[in-house]
């Protein structure tokens, strides 16, 4: 590894770090229902991630145009000023905005940061080199995140708002980490800014079009279905919900989700390792699986015992998370990287749009249990495409070599 090398690769797990440092994350929900109605609230995260999706693809197009640098720094100041504008707020009204404005920076941030160092970092295509940092930076995100949980669940009990003020001060600290990393691409590979203006839908259209080549497409009902479920438990409301529904206050819910994270750490720790040697395949259906399961077993009475499956689903997206961004780099064209990986973060919050004010409504009138018993069943039919695809890509390979051969 060169030294250039190795200065991006602190970059980027410095950088994992801060913006995971979700003190908030365990808790927002116990604040906004000092104000407002769970029913509400689903209303309210459905219409923002809804505008968040609408910022989603354009994202990608315009930092694979206009320079990647540019789109990540702002996403990453549009995230403070949200989240700050939500902690000042005290009704639907300023949620909404703030989290429209969060939504906004999150979506001019996805992709276009791993498209950034993946581009700096110039790992051959062959080796394992990617996924391996990625891993090790999910730990790092990991070790933030779960000491930010527990100091942020802590620090609720004293005044709910100092959490999200915290959040914003890490996300602004990562604006300075990533600011140095600039876009290597040459300008006249951008483009100009009228040039860029026409190609903009048609980058957006290519970007969905590389979904439906074969090395791709398969990995669709993944990540509609097991990755939207880790965004719906992670950065939506069924991980509270269901904390709330296996009798954990907001301070215990705030250190099981830290244990979750110190468990995690000790798994990408083993898969960092084994990087090597581990087959795609198994693990996709072992977390699609498990997954699914978990949200069966949900459905039982069983109380504390519940932090099994929160555990799982946990877990479960963290570790599917470098196979998948592994897949999309090495597969997505150059120019169109981050707009490909756009597409995929899109996809990937997709359901929620649809899912927050269902969840919502069925959390207030008790019937959550509907919610949970379909989505596994979607899991267990996602899963199980995923394998009839691989298996007639494998035939048409196997095919193609005795062609080949004779």
């Not at 940061?113 to 080796?127: P, Q």
């Not at 015992?305 to 961004?325: D, K």
């Not at 973060?345 to 008790?366: D, E, H, K, Q, W």
Request: some cysteine; hydrophobic content about 50%.
């Amino acid at each position: 590894m060169t030294e250039k090398q190795k200065w991006l690769s602190r970059k980027y797990l410095l950088y994992r770090m801060f913006s995971s440092m979700w003190f908030f994350s365990t808790v927002w929900l116990y604040f906004y229902r000092l104000y407002i109605t769970d029913q509400q609230i689903g209303l309210l995260d459905g219409m923002a991630f809804a505008i968040g999706l609408l910022a989603e693809i354009p994202s990608g197009a315009l930092a694979d145009k206009f320079g990647r640098d540019k789109m990540v720094r702002l996403g990453q100041i549009l995230l403070a000023c949200g989240i700050l504008i939500q902690v000042l707020g005290s009704s639907f009204t300023p949620f909404f905005v703030g989290q429209v404005v969060m939504m906004i920076g999150f979506g001019f941030i996805s992709g276009a940061d791993d498209a950034l160092f993946f581009e700096n970092l110039k790992f051959k295509r062959e080796s394992t080199s990617w996924r391996k940092l990625v891993t090790r930076g999910q730990q790092f995100a990991l070790t933030a995140t779960l000491i930010a949980t527990v100091v942020g669940g802590w620090l609720h009990t004293i005044n709910p708002r100092i959490p999200w003020v915290l959040t914003s001060l890490a996300f602004i600290v990562a604006t300075f980490i990533i600011w140095p990393v600039k876009d290597t691409r040459p300008k006249n590979v951008r483009g100009k800014f009228a040039e860029e203006i026409k190609s903009y839908v048609q980058d957006i259209k290519i970007g969905f079009s590389q979904f439906h080549l074969p090395q791709i497409k398969p990995y669709v009902p993944i990540i509609l279905a097991v990755q939207g479920l880790f965004y719906v438990a992670g950065y939506g409301l069924l991980r509270i919900i269901l904390l709330d529904r296996f009798t954990f206050s907001p301070f215990w819910g705030a250190v099981a989700v830290a244990i979750c994270g110190v468990v995690t750490v000790w798994i990408l720790s083993v898969l960092h390792k084994q990087a090597d040697t581990l087959s795609e395949k198994r693990i996709l259906m072992l977390v699609s699986l498990s997954a699914a399961t978990a949200l069966l077993l949900s459905i039982a009475d069983i109380g504390l015992w519940g932090f099994v499956v929160i555990l799982t689903l946990y877990t479960g997206e963290y570790v599917l998370q470098p196979f998948m961004s592994e897949v999309l780099n090495k597969h997505a064209p150059e120019r169109y990287r981050a707009t490909v990986l756009s597409v995929g973060s899109f996809l990937r919050m997709l359901p929620y749009v649809v899912l927050a004010p269902i969840i919502g409504y069925l959390s207030t009138n008790g019937r959550l249990q509907y919610f949970l018993l379909a989505w596994a069943l979607l899991i267990y039919g996602a899963a199980l495409l995923y394998v009839l695809s691989k298996r007639h890509d494998t035939k048409i390979e196997i095919e193609s070599s005795l062609e080949n051969s004779t």
